[in-house]
C-alpha cells in the first residue's frame, strides 16, 4: 500500500512539473494578460522598431504667394520619368507602386483626375472612369473541342502595375523678381501605357490620365516612398517630387507650334535637345541678373 502511494505521489509530481511545458507547447494561451490588463494576443503587431507614423502625420506646407507682376519670365516644360532608371526604383517599388497611389486615390474619391484629350486640366474624369482606366480589354479566341467552332471572348483584366514604365510631368519654370530666384512648381502627373498590337509589338504610349499636382500634394504627403539610403528616415511622395529627387529628360518644351522634340527630331538628337533646353534653363537666371 505504502509503495503505490509513494508511486501516485511520483506521478503527481511529475505531471505538475509538465504542466509548464505543456502549456508552452501550445503557444500563448487567450485568457494570460500583460501587467496592464491587455490580452497577449490582442497587442498590436509592428513590423519594425516602433510604428511608423512620421509619414502619416507629415504636413504640408502651402507654396509661397507669388505676384502674377513679379513673374519676369515663365516657361511650361514636359519630361518623363523612366521607372526603369536607377534613380527611379523607388517608384515601382512592389509593396506600393506609385501609379497605385495614383489610381487609388482617384477611384476613391481623394483626387480628382482629368481626361488626356488635353493637359490643361479641364475635364475631370469620374470615380468609375478612373477604374475602367485601370482595366485592359483582351480579346481571346479559342476553339471548341468537339465543333471546332472559334468563339471570341472579351475579358477584362486589371492593369499590371509593374506595366506603367514611365510617368509624364508637366511643370513650369519662372523668374520671381521678389526673390530673385528661378523656380520651378509641378502642374500635372500622367501614367503612361504602353500599346502594343496582335503579336505584342510596341506602337505607341498614351497617358491615362492627368493628376492635377497641387491638389493631389496632401494625398502624396500621406504615402510613405522607399528610402534606399536610410529606412529610419522616412520620406513622402510629397517630399520625393518637392525635392525632385528623381531622373527625367524632356520631351517638349512651351513652343508657338505645340510641338514635341520627337516632331522635329529623332534619335539621339531628341536628347541632345533636351540636355540644351535644361542648360538654358539653368544658365537663365545667372544670365538676367549679370547684365
Given at each position: 500500500m505504502k509503495k503505490t502511494l509513494k508511486k501516485l505521489g511520483?506521478?503527481?509530481?511529475?505531471?505538475?512539473?509538465?504542466?509548464?511545458?505543456?502549456?508552452?507547447a501550445q503557444g500563448t494561451p487567450t485568457g494570460i494578460t500583460t501587467e496592464s490588463g491587455e490580452p497577449l494576443d490582442a497587442r498590436?503587431?509592428?513590423?519594425?522598431?516602433?510604428?511608423?507614423?512620421?509619414?502619416l502625420d507629415h504636413r504640408v506646407l502651402p507654396y509661397d504667394h507669388v505676384r502674377e507682376a513679379d513673374i519676369m519670365w515663365q516657361r511650361k516644360i514636359w519630361r518623363v520619368i523612366d521607372v526603369r532608371e536607377k534613380m527611379n526604383k523607388p517608384f515601382a517599388y512592389p509593396e506600393r507602386h506609385f501609379f497605385s497611389i495614383l489610381l487609388d486615390a482617384a477611384v476613391d474619391g481623394d483626387i480628382t483626375v482629368y481626361s488626356t484629350e488635353n493637359d490643361k486640366f479641364t475635364i475631370p474624369l469620374t470615380a468609375e472612369e478612373v477604374a475602367s482606366k485601370g482595366t485592359r480589354i483582351d480579346t481571346v479566341v479559342t476553339f471548341?473541342?468537339?465543333?471546332?467552332?472559334?468563339?471570341?471572348?472579351?475579358?477584362r483584366n486589371e492593369i499590371n502595375p509593374d506595366d506603367i514604365k514611365r510617368f509624364r510631368v508637366k511643370e513650369v519654370w519662372f523668374?520671381?523678381?521678389e526673390s530673385s530666384e528661378m523656380r520651378v512648381r509641378i502642374l500635372g502627373i500622367a501614367p503612361l501605357k504602353d500599346v502594343l498590337d496582335e503579336n505584342g509589338t510596341f506602337l505607341y504610349e498614351e497617358p491615362l490620365f492627368w493628376v492635377y499636382y497641387p491638389h493631389a500634394r496632401e494625398?502624396?504627403?500621406?504615402?510613405r516612398a522607399f528610402n534606399a539610403g536610410n529606412g529610419a528616415s522616412p520620406l513622402s511622395?510629397?517630399?520625393?517630387?518637392?525635392a525632385r529627387y528623381f531622373a527625367s529628360y524632356i520631351i517638349k518644351r512651351e513652343n508657338e507650334f505645340d510641338q514635341r522634340l520627337q516632331d522635329y527630331l529623332s534619335g539621339i538628337d531628341i536628347l541632345y535637345e533636351g540636355e540644351k533646353i535644361k542648360n538654358e534653363i539653368f544658365n537663365l537666371e545667372q544670365d538676367l541678373w549679370s547684365y
Open positions: 511520483f506521478v503527481l509530481s511529475l505531471v505538475v512539473m509538465l504542466m509548464p511545458l505543456g502549456l508552452f498590436p503587431v509592428i513590423d519594425g522598431v516602433v510604428e511608423e507614423r512620421l509619414v471548341d473541342i468537339e465543333t471546332y467552332e472559334e468563339k471570341i471572348e472579351i475579358t523668374m520671381d523678381e494625398v502624396l504627403a500621406r504615402e511622395w510629397e517630399d520625393i517630387m518637392e
